[in-house]
């Protein structure tokens, strides 16, 4: 079968969140498990990627830029039971259009950590070619959260996932994070909008927000930051992926303000605080970039590149 359905088929038995896809009778496939450790710490030169994809690409309904699988790592975390199905997300780039992404990813969901918003566990390989990051939706016990994007709870398909506004996710989350959750998502959405202009990220888009639950009638929460990337050194002039106050340019501190106050119902105090907290959280990161910088002088020249896009970010954060 070679349409869409067929494709469904190969890879909706792997997903984010719980739903699985596939013939009734089918069971959850068990994926063979790979080791973390061997991943991060690999210095060979085949392509260790073009082997994973082989392995794991069956199990992998997973979409987005990045070319990335889902995998099961055979450590198992304490406390946890033997996971059958997958763990972690791992991604890389192609050099040629997007050099050294996965660092960038990885420290700018450094900047994220030091911030205060909530992410999954994240780590760089030694040859800066692989990210992996722990499933965000996966439970203790080996099962799965429920997960659904802002696409799906905006009703539009994925190429739609530029459409739209910030305030309009503000909005979503008082239509679908449960009441007592309400106030933590929306400084969450703040935070994570003042973060993506301070570190120039042109693609936090729909798909990039999700709620997560653990069943239909239990409460839902505004799921982890879990793609945060500088994507300014790859598209020099690139803007917001959704719109803000109606526009789509990074915004200064007076705009994010006003976002704060009018859609996330936050007080003047609060807001300042909150940029007080992304400002502190970049610049965290910052000096983890020039500490790696020193152990690894390969990476100087990206590194200082992603750093003065830090610096330029946090000017027109703290700018009227």
């Known amino acids: 079968m ?25 069971a959850e496939d068990e994926i063979a498990a790979q080791s973390l450790e061997e991943l991060l710490t690999y210095k060979g ?3 260790l990627f073009a082997d994973l994809l082989q392995r794991y690409a069956r199990h992998s309904g997973i979409s987005g830029m990045q070319p990335k699988v889902l995998l099961r790592a055979n450590e198992t975390a304490p406390g946890r039971i033997t996971h059958r199905g997958a763990t972690h997300v791992v991604k890389t780039f192609d050099p040629r259009e997007h050099p050294e992404l996965a660092a960038n990813e990885f420290f700018c969901m450094q900047a994220a950590r030091h911030a205060g918003i909530p992410i999954p566990a994240v780590e760089l390989s030694n040859n800066r070619r692989l990210l992996i990051i722990e499933r965000f939706d996966l439970r203790s016990d080996g099962t799965y959260l429920g997960c659904e994007d802002f696409c799906v709870l905006n009703g539009v398909r994925p190429h739609g996932r530029y459409d739209g506004s910030y305030e309009l996710l503000a909005r979503r989350i008082g239509q679908f994070v449960s009441p007592q959750q309400q106030r933590a998502a929306l400084e969450q959405l703040f935070l994570m909008l003042a973060l993506c202009c301070a570190i120039e990220n042109g693609d936090a888009h729909l798909k990039n927000f999700a709620v997560v639950y653990e069943h239909a009638t239990a409460m839902a929460s505004l799921a982890p930051a879990y793609d945060m990337v500088s994507t300014t050194p790859y598209v020099p002039r690139d803007v917001l992926a959704l719109s803000l106050a109606g526009s789509k340019e990074f915004p200064n501190r007076r705009r994010l303000v006003a976002f704060g106050r009018q859609s996330c119902g936050l007080s003047g105090v609060k807001v300042a605080e909150l940029l007080d907290r992304v400002d502190r959280g970049v610049r965290k990161a910052s000096a983890q970039i020039r500490r790696y910088i020193k152990r690894r002088p390969d990476f100087r020249r990206a590194g200082e590149h992603l750093l003065g896009t830090f610096e330029r970010g946090l000017l027109r954060l703290n700018s009227e």
Request: hydrophobic content about 30%; cysteine-free; overall charge positive.
């Open 45 to 47: 030169t085949k392509d």
């Open 2 to 26: 070679g349409d869409n359905l067929g494709l469904l088929e190969i890879v909706g038995r792997s997903q984010i969140g719980r739903l699985r896809y596939g013939p009734p009778a089918l």
